[in-house]
């Protein structure tokens, strides 16, 4: 058997409504294959390159004409579509519920069509849309794929699920030290299940780490940096477990840089430049607006010396290191 990774970059533009309380705005197909860049990256750090085939669903969705779509809202009932926890919550409410958002679960089902599934993965928000996949393969005459979900990982907000559009995800291609400290940062009550659900330690483990996280005399951050190390570890190796962990105390607990700090040069006028245009002409923030932000939460550090005036003017004659937020370190030169 074969493992096929469908990226949705034609689903992505209708957007997914699973565990949505409102519409969720529509991606370009441009956006959709951009996101999708890093999926089979990604799935190779666990899956055989040999057994994956990644395909893109816009191949068959994007050939059917409105006759192919008529005939597939055919094969399936409104008051079915109703059924789904998330519309009938929407529709109780009088929240709007958008065609194309009903149409979702039927472009997915029709990746099932289109690969002949035999089992299809996904999380417990996709438990409709999989089984939707089921009816229509039958529709098609086809055998119903076997439907497998799996719990939703919390973000490390500790509030949404996981998300690369929330910005509150850990990347398993993400360096050893970014994956170190994203994981010091998500809240305790979370530990065990990040253990459980993205580890390979063994039930007795997770008992062990279960009773340790009720007792209170344990710091649950001492858990935590096991959590952060394994994670490291099952993505990169022991020794890159080790450096993260000494870079990330070096840097917060001791206080002091980084190893390897990027590089940039920068044009002075006069000798000095606005703390402002500093963070934005070397990209440490996207706008003008994230700088005064980042500024008014006190996140913007020069030399180690927080900045808190988001009109200050930075003089310098060699060069100085900028830190925005906990991770992002700049040294800037003096062109």
């Not at 192919?68 to 055919?74: F, N, T, Y």
């Not at 700090?261 to 430049?273: T, W």
Request: glycine content about 6%.
């Amino acid at each position: 058997h074969q493992i096929i990774i469908i990226i949705g970059d034609f689903t992505g533009m209708i957007g997914d409504p699973s565990g949505r309380s409102k519409t969720r705005p529509p991606l370009t197909l441009q956006e959709t294959r951009r996101n999708g860049q890093t999926y089979f990256e990604q799935a190779t750090k666990i899956l055989s390159t040999k057994k994956i085939q990644m395909l893109y669903n816009s191949e068959w969705l994007g050939k059917m004409n409105f006759a192919d779509v008529i005939m597939l809202g055919s094969k399936y009932t409104v008051a079915r579509m109703l059924e789904r926890d998330d519309f009938e919550k929407r529709y109780r409410a009088g929240e709007a519920i958008s065609i194309h958002e009903i149409m979702y679960p039927l472009a997915q089902a029709m990746d099932s069509v289109a690969i002949q599934a035999d089992v299809e993965l996904g999380g417990t928000d996709q438990k409709f849309n999989l089984l939707v996949g089921r009816d229509i393969q039958r529709e098609y005459g086809m055998e119903p794929q076997i439907a497998i979900t799996m719990p939703i990982l919390p973000g490390t907000d500790g509030i949404e699920k996981m998300s690369k559009s929330l910005d509150n995800y850990i990347a398993i291609n993400e360096s050893p030290k970014q994956i170190y400290g994203k994981t010091l940062s998500i809240p305790d009550d979370l530990i065990y299940n990040y253990f459980m659900l993205t580890t390979s330690v063994s039930a007795d483990e997770l008992s062990t780490i279960r009773k340790q996280l009720e007792d209170p005399a344990t710091n649950p951050r001492d858990i935590k940096r096991r959590l952060a190390r394994t994670l490291v570890a099952l993505y990169h190796d022991e020794n890159a477990a080790r450096a993260a962990e000494e870079e990330f105390d070096r840097i917060f607990v001791k206080k002091d840089l980084p190893d390897e700090i990027p590089e940039c040069s920068i044009s002075l006028e006069d000798g000095s430049i606005g703390i402002i245009r500093l963070l934005t002409e070397t990209k440490l923030v996207a706008s003008n607006g994230e700088a005064r932000r980042m500024i008014e939460q006190g996140g913007v550090s020069v030399d180690g010396q927080r900045i808190s005036d988001a009109n200050a003017e930075i003089r310098f004659d060699k060069s100085i290191v900028v830190k925005v937020g906990k991770r992002r370190f700049l040294r800037v030169k003096k062109a």
